[in-house]
């Protein structure tokens, strides 16, 4: 693999870096946040950041510096942002490393990006188990405060930026953009519609910006060395950057690793990632979190960026990568999903919150040995009932396991029903509803 420099984990991975303001400093940290406070107007700093390339690290890669854009100049406010560290998709730990090991440099991309949009106040809605999260980046507030970088009259600009950091009570839909604001407000968190979008009815109806942490922390960056820069990084035009990958599963060396976009899996799990664990072959991997649907070792040379993923059928997503060695059963890791999202499902949406449940019924059926051939449509048929009829993507994340497991691994939900025919045999299949 070429070298590369590393951007977000630069810091932290150097011997004895604890994340304090000093140290964060000394790196050059605030140094974007002085030169944006120098007087740089918002419209530049969305124009740098749309050429950039920069997209949305929390799943659906949206263009930042175009979200941004969407906020209405002359609205009188207040205008909120909000950094989502939810976390919540399985397989994914990257947003935790950068709250606990770099806290500043998340706080310096939220301060920046409250400036760009005329936010005073800015919540972190961070997941509730990540109470370590939680605890140093209130410690890293403080000392931002003291210093001037956050409070009223922020480094003498005459602005006020405040952020507050609130936990969530560990809902994996609070991830969701809008469900996160519902419970922000106190509420419970479930998705809203949308239209109208956050950027004009978001916190309290008002105009907000969220953004996912990785996204936010890569804003000093692009404002210290340019656009240009950032842009040539990875798999420009469409997946500019690095992007930290969280590498999980069956593997000799997991942890967060973060590479340019535009590596393919083979280089992620064989050379950064040593191979599988236990020398079987590979049998099949999530490429970007629980929601991705599942690939085949066919895609080692995918490259990892967002067009190439969709190509090949999935989707980069959160950057977790699930690897799954020769012998797992591609069944049973089905319904471990389905059952996650079941347990998940917040019960807004018909087809999601019943259609969860008999996905898990079905598929623990079938793993008893109690199966029929006609489960098999019966299953496809449960996920075209929930796919596009939801309110929020939970529908799409949660069939995604069944579907991309029946499309590569068919023989194995078939194998598991012979054994149930053989041992109970049936003399007539119930057709399924689409069939009568
Ligand atoms: C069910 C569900 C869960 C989600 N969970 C997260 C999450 O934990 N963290 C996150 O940043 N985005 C999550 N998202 C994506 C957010 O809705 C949103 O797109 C993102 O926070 C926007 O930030 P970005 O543009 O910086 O990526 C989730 C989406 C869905 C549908």
């Known amino acids: 693999m070429a070298k590369y420099e590393k951007i977000l984990l630069k810091n932290m991975e150097q011997p004895g870096y604890t994340g304090s303001l000093k140290e964060y400093e000394q790196t050059g940290g605030y140094q974007a946040f002085r030169k944006v406070c120098e007087g740089m107007a918002p419209s530049d700093i969305i124009e740098t950041v749309k050429l950039s390339g920069l997209r949305g690290r929390g799943g659906a890669g949206f263009p930042?510096?175009?979200?941004?854009?969407?906020?209405?100049?002359?609205?009188?406010?207040?205008?909120?942002?909000?950094?989502?560290?939810?976390?919540?998709?399985?397989?994914?730990?990257?947003?935790?490393?950068?709250?606990?090991?770099?806290?500043?440099?998340?706080?310096?991309?939220?301060?920046?990006?409250?400036?760009?949009?005329?936010?005073e106040t800015a919540y972190i809605y961070i997941r509730g188990e990540f109470w370590l999260g939680a605890k140093v980046l209130d410690q890293a507030i403080a000392e931002a405060k003291k210093a001037g970088y956050l409070g009223s009259n922020v480094l003498g600009t005459g602005k006020t930026?405040?952020?507050?950091?609130h936990r969530g009570a560990g809902a994996y839909i609070c991830g969701e953009e809008t469900a996160l604001l519902e419970s922000l407000e106190g509420k419970r968190g479930k998705p809203r519609f949308k239209p109208p979008f956050p950027a004009t009815h978001g916190?309290?109806?008002?105009?907000?910006?969220?953004?996912?942490?990785?996204?936010?922390?890569?804003?000093?960056?692009?404002?210290n060395k340019g656009a240009a820069w950032f842009a040539a990084i990875g798999a420009p035009p469409k997946g500019t950057g690095t992007r930290i990958f969280c590498l999980s599963g069956h593997i000799k060396r997991p942890g967060n690793y973060e590479v340019p976009m535009g590596v393919t899996f083979r280089e992620m799990i064989y050379e950064i990632g040593g191979g599988m664990r236990s020398d079987k072959p590979l049998k099949a991997f999530i490429p970007g979190g629980a929601s991705a649907p599942f690939?085949?070792?066919?895609?080692?040379?995918?490259?990892?960026?967002?067009?190439?993923?969709?190509?090949?059928?999935?989707?980069?997503?959160?950057?977790?990568?699930?690897?799954m060695e020769e012998g797992t059963s591609m069944v049973w890791a089905a319904l471990r999903l389905m059952e996650f999202f079941y347990h998940e499902s917040c019960g807004k949406c018909t087809p999601c919150r019943e259609g969860s449940s008999w996905l898990v019924?079905?598929?623990?059926?079938?793993?008893?040995?109690?199966?029929?051939?006609?489960?098999?449509?019966?299953?496809?048929?449960?996920?075209?009932?929930?796919?596009?009829?939801?309110?929020?993507?939970?529908?799409?994340?949660?069939?995604?396991?069944?579907?991309?497991?029946?499309?590569?691994?068919?023989?194995?939900?078939?194998?598991l029903i012979r054994e149930a025919e053989a041992a109970h045999p049936v003399k007539q299949e119930i057709p399924v509803l689409s069939q009568i």
């Open 295 to 323: 690939l085949t070792p066919e895609h080692l040379d995918v490259k990892m960026d967002f067009e190439s993923l969709a190509m090949a059928g999935s989707m980069l997503g959160s950057g977790g990568i699930t690897v």
């Open 361 to 415: 019924q079905t598929l623990q059926r079938i793993s008893r040995r109690e199966g029929r051939m006609s489960d098999l449509d019966l299953l496809l048929d449960l996920c075209k009932s929930i796919e596009g009829r939801t309110v929020c993507a939970f529908g799409e994340a949660e069939v995604s396991p069944i579907v991309s497991t029946m499309r590569h691994w068919r023989s194995e939900y078939e194998e």
């Open 161 to 165: 930026i405040n952020i507050f950091v």
């Open 203 to 223: 916190l309290y109806q008002k105009p907000t910006v969220v953004n996912n942490v990785e996204t936010l922390a890569n804003i000093p960056h692009i404002l």
């Open 64 to 119: 930042t510096g175009v979200k941004w854009s969407f906020i209405p100049k002359d609205h009188p406010g207040p205008k909120y942002l909000c950094c989502n560290a939810d976390e919540s998709e399985p397989g994914t730990f990257k947003d935790r490393q950068l709250m606990e090991r770099d806290p500043h440099q998340v706080l310096e991309g939220m301060a920046i990006t409250c400036y760009t949009i005329g936010a």
